[in-house]
């Protein structure tokens, strides 16, 4: 039995309808080969049938059922019923003929596997009666089916019992300790409360506790200390600026076209204001998914409503495709992508060209859900659309949103090979396959309706509580930003080449919680910020055995520490310097880019018009996003690919992010201004400058250490900027200025515990 499946074999059950099924037939046909389900089936499974299945079998020869066995194919029979042993089907394989070669490489089956094989085809091939063998029925070791961990239904599990129940705080710490103690580990101590503080102010909102905010949290001791932080963080409308941002990098947010011209596409920042927006509000999940893709068939249809539709229309748009028939079909592949990779966790987009080769996604399935963003609303003709249908069509006036041009579709017709040249079957619009009771066709639409509502139907089926993706996926996602990582460490695929869930029982307890509260996210926010789980330190007394024994902490027995985005870091270094602006929402701003960025550009002087300097102190994530010239300091620290969804952003540590923060123009202005806030708070006091530049930069005041080194520090730029300044003051500030750009270039300011 492959690994994976004896992994999840306490969560998988077999009717016992179909167990009395399979003892009934062996009882009443002694002559059936008795091992056809438990090894031949699984077998041709495998090995055969993505090639011989019955829809436009290989060599004219199906292996999906003992007719088309029989029959043969286009070399005459595969089985010979006179001599077993010299059947085609044998013999080829035998021979290592099949199955062909693959880039070279042989792909001959195993001697078990052959010898298997020919016990079969020399007791004559027995069938069971009735019995069709499909190819994504069960999961191999090759591929993944309908029967895959995350395509079964969502069970409430009850929190398991632990010995140490006075570090259960919720469920959640129920689960996590459940494992830690089967493996003979304790999980790391409490965090310090400042270290705590600044892990769920950036968590939550993206930007640091202020000295005093950390100095009061210190101070109180009262049982409800955490959790009145927790719900004012929550309740904060910088919670919504943060979050978002995770959604924007799920949808591949910009705000241009990409491509040569790369053409600004007007009011995306909507879009980007009605996440923030939705968020706050606490909007049901449920809700959030619907008017994204449907928001202009609801019933209660409104501007709002339509912005949200916004998310089908940001993907990159070409105004001169080489072929405008063939890059029709490209944009439908990137609204297939971006659905079902944000919402579903899937790589249907795999199956353009044939069935997915891991997944349970048959070719016919990406069609299905390409026919619900079809008829010829891609048409990449018309340079006013920019790729989409216009808002416009419903009245509204200033929107980048979406809707259909007609309720009828012209149909969409499966491409064999994904070429166009080569139409296939007609295949009406619908959801994916994988659940069985839901995989119904879309029905037509009203008379009355002005649209085709397959994207309002296709919304329904994502969120219905029946579907085992939706819930699973998102809780997913919300535990990956509190923790560094998710429970399924690849988040945008939840299928047989993704991870396994590290506990599939949590999993399945938060996916039914989300159901359960009403879909509601701050809810679950604060069920994982309330766990002792999360309050654990990133460092444990046992770290160096402990970290022998599982280095990727796939157990979560201390927390991670974490360098904090790009957004954050710029962020912060506004923060520290008393600038930012926290304004929401509006249009976005330019950031400054150096001139050297801006080389090789054939219209660089008109190529970028930075902002107004009093604009550019708002939160990042205001930062206008063009696709073609992305800020090289936010690019620097993994900002995020604006052409492809992204679920999890890279993290790397590399010498450019070292000499981005030493010499980056905007690096220095925010030490600049640092200065100039210390000297406006401490006077002329060298001593009081140096703790305010720790309490603002760091949020703590400095050791007796830091102190003396820092008027070490201070003493030694007098000696130096003294040569050439011309007034004692400016020295002073220039001394000041170098000790804060020390500041925001140190682990303790990029990095959190």
Known sequence: MHWRRRYYLGLTFVSAAAVFSCIHFARADATVFPGFEEEIAPLLIKRCLECHQEKEPSGGLALASAATLMAGGDSGLAISTESPEESQLLSRVLSGEMPPEKKGVSQKLPDEEIALLSRWVQAGAPWPQKRTLELYEITTEVRGGRDWWSLQPIKRVEPPWVEHSDMVNNPIDAFILSRLEQENLEPAPLASKRQLLRRVYYDVIGLPPTYEEVAAFEADDSAGAWQRVVDRLLESPQYGERWARYWLDL??????????????????????????????????????????????????CSERSVIATGMLRLGTWNDEPNDPQDYVYDRLEDLVHVTSSAFLGLTVKCARCHDHKFDAIPQTDYYRLAAVFWPGAIQPRDAKLLGGPSAAELGFENVLGWTDLGAKAEPLYLLRQGERSKPGQVVSAGPLSFVRSLARPFEPPPVEAETTTRRLQLARWIVDPRNPLTSRVLVNRLWQHHFGEGLVRSPNNFGFRGELPTHPLLLDWLADELIQGQWKLKRMHKLILMSRTYRQSAMHPEFEQYNERDAANRLWWRAARRRIDAEALRDSMLFAAGELDETLGGPSFRAEISSNALEGLSRKDAAWQASPPEQQRRRSLYMFAQRSLLSPMMTAFDFCDTVAPCGKRDVTTVPTQALALLNNSFSHNCSQALAKRIVESAGDDSATRVKLAWQFALGRAPTASEQRLAQAHLDEGHRRFEQTATDMRSVELTSLESLCHVLINTNEFVYVD
């Open 251 to 300: 949808v591949r947010f910009a705000e241009t076209s990409g491509y040569e011209r790369d053409q600004e596409k007007q009011f995306a920042w909507r879009y980007r204001d009605w996440v923030v927006d939705a968020l706050n509000r606490d909007m049901p999940y449920d809700r959030f998914v619907v008017e994204q893709l449907a928001g202009d068939e609801l019933a209660d």
